[in-house]
């Protein structure tokens, strides 16, 4: 049996579709369903077993797994509840390295490109203590995901015991279907289509940083499917070890993003600039790129592909019809 903690989540449910594409029926979900509609990420999904998240260590109690896919946590870049974040993406995190230590399974987490703050120190998915410590995120999820990357790396330094394999992934700007829970935290590729298909202005953010025009903010756009190929390669390589950025290897802007999807739906462009809310302005990430060479090092070489066409399948295949789910 495999566990996805998460796995009713955004990147998770793709992950559990992945694994029952590839023939999998034997995965369980740790997560929580809630009264909306996050269920249908899993409508279509074959599952072993749905553990509600307080009942997680008693579950694994005795049990073998082929290998934990851990991606469960409070992801919002606005949260504030600092002791409500530590206990569940730090301490739960850690409870879990310890589990999959102890019983010699390979543990694959989520950490993320929000651990690297401003971009100041670079975007090199340096795993030694050393090059950790230099990292300085900027809100509270990237110091969570942060503080456990630093755990990992420290142990291993150490040279303690881990788990046979242990990888943890920083994503940057994944989207794709199943995002739409997320709210305010979906693309804004999800959050602006029914207004860009229905020839409303699109809005996006102005510019507040000399020498950047409104709407060119920068991210390294990955689609969720290339993301999740990453994963399934890591579970069939287990001699690889280490933290990672996935990512696509180049920055494009939020304006490329929406002219792509323009082009997508043979659309004239209207975009319109808002003012960016004073209360993120401070913490706004105006470039990320990942550096993806020592994932092309360790051995991956399914690559990425570029934003347009990605935009093209999102909309085609998921947004622009009647159902939206994978």
């Known amino acids: 049996m495999l566990l996805v903690t998460g796995g009713a989540g955004f990147i998770g449910s793709n992950v559990v579709a992945a694994l029952n594409d590839a023939g999998r029926g034997d995965v369980a979900v740790c997560d929580v369903l809630g009264h909306g509609s996050k269920w249908r990420n899993l409508a279509k999904r074959q599952l072993a077993d749905i553990v509600p998240p307080s009942e997680l260590l008693a579950w694994l109690d005795g049990r073998r797994l082929d290998a934990m896919i851990h991606l469960g946590a409070i992801s919002e870049t606005t ?41 100041a120190q670079g975007f090199r998915d340096d795993d030694s203590v050393s090059g950790l410590k230099a990292l300085r995120p900027l809100n509270l999820y990237g110091w969570s995901k942060h503080l456990f990357d630093m755990a990992v790396a420290e142990r291993a330094a150490r040279g303690e015991k ?54 060119d903010q920068r991210r390294d756009f990955i689609y969720v499917e290339d993301a999740i190929r990453v994963m399934i390669w890591l579970l069939a390589t287990p001699s690889v070890s280490g933290i990672f950025n996935v990512g696509t290897g180049k920055a494009r802007s939020f304006k490329d ?70």
């Open 79 to 119: 949260a504030s509840d600092g002791d409500l974040v530590i206990e569940t993406n730090f301490r739960l995190s850690m409870r879990l390295l310890d589990w999959c230590t102890a019983n010699a399974t390979p543990f694959i987490y989520a950490s993320s490109a929000s651990t690297y703050g401003d971009g």
């Open 162 to 215: 881990l788990p046979p394999q242990w990888v943890g992934l920083k994503f940057f700007n994944v989207f794709g279907p199943n995002e739409y829970h997320k709210g305010t935290m979906m693309s804004v590729l999800a959050r602006r289509f029914d207004d860009l298909k229905a020839g409303r202005p699109v809005q996006l953010f102005k510019s507040h940083r000399e020498g950047i025009a409104d709407g």
């Open 257 to 326: 993003m929406m002219l792509a999807a323009y082009a997508a739906l043979g659309a004239r462009p209207n975009i319109q600039y808002v003012e960016m809310p004073e209360s993120i302005r401070a913490s706004y990430q105006y470039f990320t790129q990942s550096d993806v060479d020592r994932l092309q090092r360790a051995g991956y070489n399914g690559g990425f592909r570029p934003l347009e066409q990605t935009v093209e399948t999102y909309i085609k295949d998921f947004l622009n019809s009647a159902d939206r789910f994978r």
